[in-house]
């Protein structure tokens, strides 16, 4: 059993997808990291399991962090994808890390297991609140800890970011999109509060290395990008172009190389077992 899985989520993480992907998404601040490993008590080598772990770009940050390189015992990536696995499998190369298939319901490891449980960039697509609620608590041992996070693309720092989302964000479909916050909702049923603390939150403003391609490819990373007709695909990515030249309220780091500053945000909810 894997669980229930969205069905955009089924088809824009499918097979041949996720190669641009994982060349397109940004990884993780350090500090976003840094935060994650102080908020668990306990002090020795972690059991992790990460849920929706796609192609390994949050695996990886964690491997690479000084913080974390040396606090992990072992790591059970679990993800519903096939052809996420597949490309997880290929980018990820560590003795302590293991992939299984599996879904915020249907978690396929032993009770107790897991100082950690981490959720980067997945969340949202979660379709039963109250159920993923009761799995995380029978994953955790006593006193373990539930981080989400992800990375959004900041629109309040500039105009052109703000553009950017406006003309991707209307295809979005009606799915459960991070920045709608219906992912809250979880913190509103019985299981979560039978089980959990109060969330806890904190967010990171940064700015990434842009560029038009860049800006393009991650665009088009996006579930509900990647399932458009090749027409449909075509004018976005025209109008991505005319966004980026006229270039709104733009920093740029190189202009001579096409570099500009891609401002972003990190959030970060820690979620204390009771």
């Given at each position: 059993?894997?669980?229930?899985?969205?069905?955009?989520?089924k088809?824009g993480?499918?097979e041949?997808?996720n190669?641009?992907y994982?060349?397109?998404?940004?990884?993780?601040q350090?500090?976003?990291?840094?935060?994650i490993r102080?908020?668990?008590?306990?002090?020795?080598p972690?059991?992790?399991?990460?849920?929706?772990?796609?192609?390994g770009?949050?695996?990886?940050?964690?491997?690479?962090?000084q913080?974390?390189?040396?606090?992990?015992?072992?790591?059970?990536a679990?993800?519903p994808?096939?052809g996420m696995?597949?490309?997880?499998?290929?980018?990820?190369s560590?003795?302590?890390?293991?992939?299984?298939?599996?879904?915020?319901?249907?978690?396929?490891?032993?009770?107790?297991?897991a100082?950690?449980?981490?959720?980067?960039?997945?969340?949202?697509w979660?379709?039963?609140?109250?159920?993923?609620?009761?799995e995380?608590?029978?994953?955790?041992?006593?006193?373990?800890?539930v981080?989400?996070?992800?990375?959004?693309?900041?629109?309040?720092?500039?105009k052109?970011v703000?553009?950017?989302?406006?003309?991707?964000?209307q295809?979005?479909?009606g799915?459960?999109?991070?920045?709608?916050?219906?992912?809250r909702?979880?913190?509103?049923?019985?299981?979560?509060?039978?089980?959990?603390?109060?969330p806890?939150?904190?967010?990171?403003?940064?700015?990434?290395h842009?560029s038009?391609?860049i800006?393009t490819?991650?665009?088009?990373?996006?579930?509900?990008?990647?399932?458009?007709?090749?027409?449909?695909?075509?004018?976005?990515?025209?109008?991505?172009?005319?966004?980026?030249?006229?270039?709104?309220?733009?920093?740029?780091?190189?202009?001579s190389?096409?570099?500009?500053e891609?401002p972003y945000?990190?959030?970060?909810?820690?979620?204390?077992?009771?």
């Amino acid at each position: 059993m894997v669980g229930v899985v969205h069905e955009l989520a089924k088809v824009g993480f499918g097979e041949g997808t996720n190669e641009l992907y994982d060349k397109a998404r940004p990884s993780y601040q350090s500090a976003a990291l840094s935060y994650i490993r102080q908020s668990i008590p306990a002090s020795g080598p972690l059991d992790i399991v990460e849920i929706g772990s796609g192609t390994g770009i949050f695996t990886r940050a964690l491997l690479a962090h000084q913080e974390w390189s040396a606090s992990i015992a072992q790591l059970t990536a679990v993800e519903p994808s096939a052809g996420m696995r597949d490309v997880f499998s290929k980018s990820v190369s560590d003795s302590r890390v293991a992939t299984v298939e599996g879904s915020f319901d249907h978690v396929p490891v032993e009770d107790g297991a897991a100082d950690l449980v981490v959720i980067a960039q997945a969340f949202h697509w979660c379709p039963d609140y109250g159920a993923a609620a009761v799995e995380f608590a029978r994953v955790l041992k006593p006193g373990g800890v539930v981080a989400l996070i992800w990375n959004l693309e900041d629109r309040d720092a500039a105009k052109w970011v703000a553009q950017l989302r406006d003309r991707i964000e209307q295809f979005e479909q009606g799915t459960p999109q991070f920045r709608l916050g219906l992912w809250r909702q979880l913190f509103d049923t019985t299981s979560y509060q039978k089980y959990f603390q109060a969330p806890e939150e904190n967010t990171w403003a940064y700015n990434l290395h842009g560029s038009l391609d860049i800006v393009t490819n991650r665009a088009f990373s996006k579930s509900y990008i990647a399932v458009q007709p090749d027409d449909v695909k075509a004018q976005i990515q025209e109008d991505i172009k005319q966004i980026v030249d006229r270039g709104d309220g733009r920093t740029w780091i190189d202009e001579s190389e096409g570099l500009f500053e891609y401002p972003y945000k990190t959030y970060v909810v820690i979620i204390r077992r009771k």
